[in-house]
């Protein structure tokens, strides 16, 4: 009945920076097929690629070969990019809540922008999904008077706001200390069990991907490609108990490997570089 | 009043420490020191000028003498806080700064945003600019009488000059400093361009024109007072060039002390009002 269900296909992506120059390989031959409200995630070391190809996803960079399509809407390919837009949500890891706005200004511009609500309906909407995060009594606040999981909180429902096709998040998650992280992880679960999306989640924390994900795919260093995938198939909801089943060390034994090879290889090409 | 929930990490301040921060701030007031470091200032003239009566020196005016002749109310030389002409020379001061720094201001945000904006804009504007910015204000007086009629205009054209550059500038430098991410963030959430530029870009931006607009009026005056000097028939600046040259030196020392006041006077108001449009960025200072 509804065509935008969210089904992501990235087939054959590659991306090379500078080809006539230095030609740094960003991304190789990735192809990646991410089911309708599939919480997908990639994992791997920092530089290997993962942020290239959330921008390809989200409209703000080109690839230079192959393709990527949403529902069957081409979104990326070479010399080819669907402009960035609501159906596309992006969470950035370093954070674009804009200063200068209040949380409740920052958390409804999208919808009323964009024109699909008007002030009533999305003030009470988000005030709706902050509660459902913990949040209440900080609308009027600026973001720089929040916590910084509070701030990562605030910048997810603003993105679900929008009711985004797919969500985008790059390591929204990186500047959290370990006890924050956790809370906020288990409150976007919670978000995610509550309106299913599809949502392509990166980071190089293999705790966080498994606890988050149906499939986790571990990307190589560069040139990125993708490694391993897998599937978790912890039951949902999940909490932070699931951290320590014996089902969950299995699945970090089991990456925890793929992943330490890509970490020495990255280490051992940042080395060279530095050389 | 529900201010932290959840995992905020946030500690409110206890009551029991509003009595003793009050008596605090007013020990270590910046009051009390900006205070203390002019009654310094005039302690070192009085000093100097009055009690030792220093080796060139001797031609300045005693400070006792130049606010007697201050507070007058039949001044030696006709100019004291209880005659109309003091009060003349300021307003004409004053309105030319005014009208200058607001049309400063409105026309260098404007362009400087649409430099920032707009790279075909930056690239039509920047090199005509960078090439007009460093003449002197001196250097622009001759055109400036030349190009426009009265007395009254080509001062608060030379007034506007400097500022008009140092607004441009430092908008371009603040539209340039704002994180591509909220850019990118805007764009996603399907913001048009007028709204990028109403809602990221100007208030972005604000910052780096607001540190511009403290430089430009402090230009102002600087400009105003080299162009009454030169063309004037009233003002401050022309004042004290006119009462250096009757030999009026107390009348000179206080219409400066008068220049410095107000510049002060309308920085301060400047801040105040960035102040006032970037609430949000005092949590951010709060917290450094």
Same mark, same amino acid.
């Given at each position: 009945?509804?065509? !935008?269900?969210?089904?992501?296909? *990235? ?11 230095? #030609?740094?390989? @960003? ?68 954070? @674009?809540?804009?200063?200068? !706005? ?25 005030? &709706? ?26 910048? *997810? ?29 288990? #409150? ?19 705790? &966080?991907? *498994? ?14 490609? *993708? !490694?391993?995938?897998? &599937? ?20 970090? @034994? ?22 | ?9 946030? $500690? ?38 009055? $009690? ?9 005016? /005693?400070?006792?003498?130049?606010? /007697?002749?201050? %507070? ?16 003349? =020379? +300021?307003?004409?001061? +004053?309105?030319? %700064? ?9 026309s260098g945000i404007a362009i400087g945003i649409l430099m920032g904006w707009r790279r075909i804009f ?57 994180? /591509? ?14 709204? +990028?530029?109403? =809602? ?14 403290? +430089? ?15 063309s004037g028939s009233a003002g401050l600046g022309y004042k $004290? ?48």
């Open positions: 009945m509804m065509s !935008k269900i969210g089904e992501l296909s *990235i087939r054959h992506a590659g991306k090379i920076y500078d080809p006539e120059g230095i #030609h740094v390989v @960003a991304l190789d031959d990735v192809s990646l097929e991410i089911e309708a409200h599939e919480f997908c995630v990639v994992v791997g070391p920092s530089g290997c690629g993962k942020t290239t190809l959330l921008n390809a996803i989200a409209g703000f960079d080109q690839l230079t070969d192959g393709e990527i399509s949403m529902d069957g809407v081409l979104l990326a390919s070479p010399g080819k990019k669907l402009l960035p837009g609501p159906d596309r949500m992006v969470v950035f890891q370093q954070g @674009a809540l804009f200063p200068w !706005k209040s949380v409740m200004w920052n958390v409804t511009c999208g919808p009323l922008k964009q024109g699909r609500m008007n002030s009533v309906e999305a003030v009470e909407k988000a005030a &709706e999904l902050l509660a459902r995060v913990g949040l209440h009594g900080i609308e009027d606040q600026y973001p720089e008077a929040l916590s910084g999981g509070q701030k990562r909180r605030v910048e *997810i429902v603003r993105a679900l706001m929008n009711d985004p096709t797919v969500l985008l998040l790059d390591e929204p998650f990186r500047a959290l200390d370990a006890l924050t992280k956790s809370v906020v992880q288990e #409150h976007l679960l919670e978000l995610f069990d509550f309106t299913p999306k599809t949502v392509f989640f990166i980071t190089h924390d293999l705790e &966080e991907a *498994i606890f988050l994900a149906d499939r986790v795919a571990v990307m190589t260093t560069r040139p990125g490609r *993708i !490694k391993k995938i897998v &599937e978790v198939d912890i039951p949902r909801p999940r909490n932070y108990r699931v951290l320590t089943t014996d089902r969950f060390l299995e699945f970090k @034994a089991d990456l925890g490997e793929a992943i330490h090879e890509e970490a020495i290889q990255a280490f051992e090409a940042g080395e060279r570089e530095l050389a | 009043m529900a201010l932290v929930q959840g995992t905020g990490s946030d $500690v409110a301040p206890t009551t029991a420490s509003i009595g003793a921060r009050l008596r605090r701030s007013l020990r270590n007031s910046r009051v009390y020191q900006g205070v203390l470091g002019v009654g310094v200032f005039f302690l070192i003239w009085y000093l100097l000028v009055d $009690v030792f009566g220093v080796w060139r020196f001797a031609e300045m005016p /005693k400070l006792v003498v130049g606010v /007697k002749e201050w %507070v007058s109310r039949d001044p030696v030389f006709g100019v004291s806080l209880f005659t109309a002409e003091y009060y003349k =020379h +300021i307003w004409a001061s +004053i309105f030319r %700064v005014l009208v200058a720094f607001l049309a400063a201001t409105f930056f690239g039509l504007t920047f090199p005509i600019l960078e090439i007009l910015r460093p003449i002197p204000i001196l250097a622009w007086i001759p055109l400036a009488i030349i190009l426009l009629p009265g007395r009254e205009l080509p001062i608060i054209a030379l007034t506007f000059l400097a500022a008009f550059f140092v607004t441009i500038l430092n908008t371009l430098l603040g539209v340039r400093a704002i994180d /591509k991410v909220y850019f990118r963030a805007a764009e996603s959430l399907g913001f048009s361009q007028w709204q +990028i530029l109403w =809602h990221v870009i100007v208030p972005g931006a604000l910052p780096y024109i607001f540190v511009g607009l403290q +430089i430009a009026m402090g230009a102002c005056w600087f400009s105003l007072v080299a162009a009454e000097i030169l $004290v060039w006119e009462t250096y040259y009757y030999v009026q030196f107390p009348t000179m020392v206080s219409t400066m002390a008068t220049l410095g006041f107000f510049g002060y006077i309308s920085s301060a108001l400047v801040r105040a009002a960035g102040n006032r449009l970037m609430r949000w960025r005092q949590e951010l200072l709060a917290g450094i």
